[in-house]
């Protein structure tokens, strides 16, 4: 690809490049994704940009490029073919380049009507679900997101004019139809399937289908499950062959010795099942751990509060302040947790950039978890230097200060009143490539024996500790999902310095 249209590659406005006859030189994906499917990148040279405009405007649109001048921008809209069911307008800016002579058209797409169908497919191109599809009444694809054409190995021109039962297994096709014309008679219910795809290899893939019919479309998500039915084959297979294998041992004792070393050799495929079973019931709790130790501390200030009003029951007024703290944390806990399936999701993927505001990011955290026992002693204090042009992702890098401030709040040394304790952030933005945060406070500190350990799962560093010894590793963790690196020095008694070095993931047209 020529470097010269490597940006257009990527921009997510329409781009096209026609000569003077408006024979189309280029278009990119985004262009591509809008019109028909035979105006595909690989032979944009056989067609003229007229062909793409509906027939009552094309007069009108060459007459228009017949009269620009040279070195100026001028502007036109049109009705153009495309795939979204719809009228669509081209709005689009255009010049003449007189080194090349080539127009550059560059414009986005405008719906004469917001129509439910078009709404959905703008949502299936950045959803972040597996499979999703949009069947018409008959049950024809309409829509199918990437996701689903990844996992089937199809193009969308392959399943553009066919019907889902094209694609399911020949023994399960009767059974897909006949639930797909009961859906119609149960309008906005949701209902399940699980069904047999045959992919473009001619292979199959077990599918979960969740199907929903409103207003003459059926709308449906879908998982692979064929990792899982595979091995339920397998234990159904296994468990037949023991039942066998008992049967034949009973009647031929002679075959005693080689039918005792074929159990012996299904046993052991059976505990490997188990052991597979046993490592993802494992990785379950550790994601149950983790949610319930950054959960307990917006609950702790809710219960603080609902104590409180107990007391302080006398006042109206004040029992309705208390009420109402109670419903602020409350609601920040909802907010965690939605934030937690986020991080999920965001976990298989990679990651989220946007520009990052420390201060707010930092009194957010502060927000969070103001309720928890001698926050209110602690005084934080925020510096920075060089130019805070820093992209990132926030959930995660949220993750990673709500942790490390939780901590220095709670391991405080009290040193009575004349020394305070305190937290100070400092933001290091003089390299644009990175960001070098460092933490430090004048808490209780980490012996020196249990630093090489503090990053270690379930580690808990002091008696005084009532978490569950997981921060510490989920920011971690976290900050290597950003190709970050995290150092820490500490002096029991004195305080702790954790230092993080984060990448700048600063768009290229920043």
């Known amino acids: 690809m020529s470097n010269n249209f490597l940006s257009l590659e990527l921009s997510s406005e329409m781009h096209c490049i026609v000569d003077k006859a408006l024979h189309i030189v280029y278009v990119n994906p985004a262009f591509c994704s809008v019109i028909p499917t035979e105006f595909s990148q690989k032979k944009i040279e056989r067609h003229n940009f007229l062909q793409i405009v509906v027939s009552k405007e094309r007069d009108n649109v060459k007459q228009f490029f017949q009269n620009l001048q040279a070195g100026k921008v001028h502007y036109f809209k049109c009705e153009i073919c495309n795939t979204l069911n719809d009228v669509v307008f081209f709005n689009a800016k255009v010049f003449l380049d007189n080194a090349t002579q080539y127009y550059h058209i560059v414009g986005q797409i405008q719906l004469e009507r917001e129509n439910t169908l078009a709404r959905f497919k703008r949502f299936f191109d950045l959803s972040l679900l597996n499979m999703m599809v949009v069947l018409d009444a008959q049950g024809k694809f309409v829509l199918a997101n990437k996701g689903f054409l990844d996992i089937m190995g199809f193009e969308w021109q392959d399943v553009q004019q066919s019907f889902i039962s094209d694609i399911v297994h020949q023994e399960e096709q009767e059974e897909l139809k006949n639930f797909i014309i009961s859906l119609k008679d149960i309008e906005g219910q949701v209902r399940t399937i699980i069904s047999r795809c045959i992919t473009k290899t001619k292979g199959f893939r077990w599918i979960s289908w969740r199907f929903l019919f ?89 219960l603080g509060l609902v104590n409180i009003a107990k007391i302080d029951n006398q006042d109206i007024n004040r029992l309705m302040e208390y009420f109402n703290m109670i419903e602020k944390s409350t609601q920040k806990l909802e907010q965690f947790i939605n934030s937690m399936l986020e991080y999920l999701k965001a976990g298989r993927s990679e990651a989220q950039s946007q520009k990052i505001d420390f201060y707010e990011l930092v009194n957010s955290c502060l927000e969070d978890l103001k309720y928890i026992k001698n926050a209110n002693r602690l005084h934080t204090t925020i510096t920075s230097e060089g130019v805070p042009n820093f992209y990132s992702d926030y959930l995660r890098l949220k993750i990673i200060f709500n942790n490390i401030i939780s901590n220095a709040v709670k391991y405080q ?6 020394i305070k304790s305190y937290l100070q952030i400092h933001l290091d933005f003089t390299n644009p490539a990175q960001a070098t945060i460092t933490f430090e406070d004048n808490g209780i500190g980490i012996e020196e024996a249990y630093l090489s350990k503090v990053f270690d799962m379930f580690f808990r560093a002091t008696e005084k500790s009532d978490g569950s010894g997981l921060g510490m590793y989920i920011v971690k963790q976290t900050v290597h999902k950003l190709n970050g690196t995290i150092q820490i020095k500490s002096r029991y008694g004195e305080g702790t310095k954790i230092t993080l070095v984060i990448p700048n993931s600063l768009p290229q047209n920043e």
């Open 413 to 418: 040394l009290d040193r009575g009143e004349l």
């Open 214 to 302: 409103i207003k003459e479309y059926f709308y449906a998500t879908a998982n692979d499950i064929t990792e899982i039915k595979l091995q339920e084959i397998e234990i159904q297979s296994l468990l037949k062959k023991t039942i066998s294998l008992n049967q034949t041992l009973e009647s031929q004792n002679e075959e005693l010795t080689q039918k005792e070393e074929e159990l012996r050799r299904m046993v052991f495929d059976l505990q490997r099942t188990l052991e597979e079973l046993e490592q993802r019931n494992f990785e379950l709790d550790q994601f149950v751990y983790k949610t319930s130790h950054d959960l307990r501390a917006p609950l702790t200030s809710i």
